[in-house]
């Protein structure tokens, strides 16, 4: 069983600072690649960030040069680190593997974080 845990969401003001972390576990041979997804209220989830396995990184236009996204493989874990919030960033912001193998069965399949909330407001 994999499962992915997301941490360090919360309310900041705007201009401020957050890093996201989103650790995996369970039976994991690899992990080629991770996104951070958003998604606000009334609106479609949107692709914030991604990270292939040799540590190529892709942004939405929307963070580009604020946020970060980095991959701690020994950890299985990947961070987003946000900065110069503005109240259009708040969401719930989801981790994805989209093509994690795991150990035992060594079969590829898309695993989700439960989404932690971020909240840019004065």
């Known amino acids: 069983q994999v499962q992915l845990v997301e941490s360090g969401g919360g309310l900041v003001q705007p201009g401020g600072s957050l890093r996201l972390s989103c650790a995996a576990s369970?039976?994991?041979?690899?992990?080629?690649?991770w996104r951070w997804y958003r998604q606000a209220p009334g609106k479609e989830r949107e692709l914030v960030a991604a990270i292939a396995v040799g540590g190529t990184t892709n942004y939405a236009e929307s963070v580009k040069g604020r946020f970060t996204i980095h991959r701690d493989n020994a950890k299985n874990t990947v961070y987003l680190q946000m900065n110069s919030l503005k109240a259009a960033d708040t969401a719930v912001y989801y981790c994805?593997?989209?093509?994690?193998?795991?150990?035992?069965?060594?079969?590829?399949?898309?695993?989700w974080g439960q989404g932690t909330q971020v909240t840019v407001s004065s």
């Open positions: 369970g039976s994991i041979f690899s992990i080629y690649s």
């Open positions: 994805n593997a989209p093509d994690l193998k795991t150990t035992m069965t060594r079969t590829i399949r898309s695993y």
